[in-house]
């Protein structure tokens, strides 16, 4: 299994249009997306308001490149988000099974 760690910085002023995208679209998209195993979604906090992140549990790499495309190694958007978004980041890794 692969764990896809994805983490976002939303623009100053555009943290409570994210926190909708993120809770009302993102989430139950992630959810539904065939081949996901697990899905962990972590919205801001006060101490760092415009941070986002989504911990997913991809079933193989297969699953995931049919999601995203070949280039699984791009922090991919919406382009719903795109303007409320100000970097993002993207990290994979083996899932330890313990």
Do not use: C
């Amino acid at each position: 299994m692969i764990m896809r760690i994805f983490q976002v910085v939303i623009r100053p002023g555009k943290e409570a249009d994210f926190a909708k995208f993120f809770h009302e679209t993102a989430i139950p998209l992630m959810k539904n997306t065939p081949g996901i195993v697990s899905v962990l979604p972590g919205a801001a906090r006060a101490e760092s308001p415009r941070d986002f992140s989504f911990v997913m549990i991809w079933k193989d790499l297969a699953s995931l490149k049919a999601f995203v495309g070949e280039d699984y190694e791009s922090p991919h958007i919406d382009p719903a988000e795109a303007e409320l978004v100000e970097s993002r980041s993207i990290k994979h890794y083996e899932l330890v099974e313990t």
